[in-house]
């Protein structure tokens, strides 16, 4: 993970920049020299409000069906009693 820290004239002056920035990392806005803003991609985000994709949404993402999944076959049962 980058860190990257822009004033705010430079945020003004090349978004793109910073977007792109965002991509590797949160963006530090500085104003006046204090770190005043936080820039951050949509995935970081919702990891940091805790938001999370419902079972519906995780498995309606394209390109699911291409992956092969075949789980291992189990077996639930006991071992027999012994009551002599």
Request: glycine share 8%; charged share 25%; proline share 8%.
């Amino acid at each position: 993970m980058t860190i990257t820290t822009v004033t705010s004239r430079e945020l003004n002056q090349d978004i793109g920049r910073a977007k792109k920035a965002a991509k590797s990392g949160p963006v530090f806005i500085t104003d006046r020299g204090k770190p005043a803003h936080v820039l951050l991609n949509i995935e970081d985000y919702l990891k940091l409000a805790g938001q999370r994709r419902s079972l519906v949404e995780a498995l309606s993402m394209p390109g699911l069906g291409d992956i092969d999944f075949e789980p291992p076959r189990v077996r639930i049962g006991f071992p027999p009693l012994d009551l002599s």
